[in-house]
């Protein structure tokens, strides 16, 4: 996915005004009011816009420079980056007409967001929903998987990335992967509804997995080691002396992994074992802890 810092030539840090002298720049270079029968320039101001749509919002903004491109899409669809994105007022400024300030909707050529001109447009193309159903570590970690789907009555297989992070579902938009249109010249998307499948051990709190693990009375009074299994495999654990019930053990970037580089943690919530029967042998000791005041 392209940078819309890039996109603008601009640098992450850049002000709100040089995002804005930037876009009026572009914009005015791609505009396809300048640039008739130029499919090319077209696309660029599409994209120049969406770029613009996303950096001139501070809260868009902001979700853009905390998950980075990848992780933002899967949070912000397209109808998202563009809402409350008014075409009308930005063509206005630039002396263009404007064209309606849905930019997925009709209207003349003014709107560069349809598709195509006026005399040979089409119909949207439906978008074509599958589901897919994923484990929970590919999940938490990202995973590739081919997918058999009927397009236009034609089975086929196609490869999909699941990103890294995606929660229960979420539904996935992939551009250009979907039917046909009549004339043949376009192709719609697909929606994926993924669904992770339940862990038997592992529970996802946000960026992070918690796990339970039971310890007996002795090991949380005096401290101990175990073993723990996470997405990387097994790790030791050190438990400290007191250790109290329902405590949690902090495994530092062991959870859910995001495009951006970061990864969550891995909680260890901690089930003191307290037995109910003790054996004849056992009591007497018992009984001394209670009378030394434990």
């Known amino acids: ?34 640039n008739a029968d130029d499919s090319k320039a077209e696309e660029k101001f599409k994209e120049v816009s969406e770029a613009y749509a996303v950096l001139s919002d501070k809260k868009k903004r902001g979700q853009y420079d905390q998950f980075g491109s990848e992780g933002f ?3 912000f669809s397209q109808e998202d980056i563009f809402r409350d994105f008014d075409v009308n007022e930005i063509f206005s400024n630039f002396g263009f007409g404007g064209g309606g300030g849905n930019p997925f909707g009709g209207g003349g050529f003014g709107n560069p967001f349809s598709q195509g001109r006026p005399s040979h447009r089409e119909a949207p193309i439906p978008a074509l929903k599958k589901e897919l159903s994923i ?25 999909i990335k699941i990103p890294a992070g995606i929660t229960h579902g979420k539904v996935l938009r992939l551009k250009g992967k979907g039917q046909l249109s ?18 038997p051990l592992f529970r996802r ?3 992070n997995i918690v796990v339970e693990t039971e310890i007996k009375l002795t ?8 073993e723990v299994e996470t997405l990387n495999g ?34 260890v919530r901690i089930i003191i074992n307290i037995p109910k029967n003790l054996t004849e042998e056992q009591i007497p000791h018992i009984q001394f802890l209670r009378d030394t005041g434990i």
């Open 205 to 207: 709190e946000g960026r």
């Open 73 to 75: 899409h899967q949070k």
């Open 219 to 226: 090991q949380a009074l005096l401290g101990t080691s175990i």
């Open 1 to 34: 996915m392209k940078n819309y810092y890039s996109v603008l030539g601009l640098s992450k840090g850049a002000s709100d005004e040089d995002i804005k002298k930037a876009y009026r720049k572009l914009a005015m270079q791609y505009h396809p009011d300048r």
């Open 182 to 199: 009549l004339r043949g010249n376009r192709r719609g998307d697909l929606h994926l509804l993924v669904n992770v499948n339940p862990h």
């Open 234 to 267: 097994i790790k030791s654990v050190k438990i400290p002396p007191g250790t109290q019930n329902n405590s949690r053990l902090r495994l530092k970037e062991a959870g859910i992994k995001f495009a951006s580089g970061t990864r969550g943690d891995q909680l």
């Open 135 to 159: 484990n929970f570590e590919e999940a938490a970690l990202g995973c590739q998987r081919t997918l058999s789907i009927s397009r236009n009555d034609v089975l086929e297989e196609i490869n």
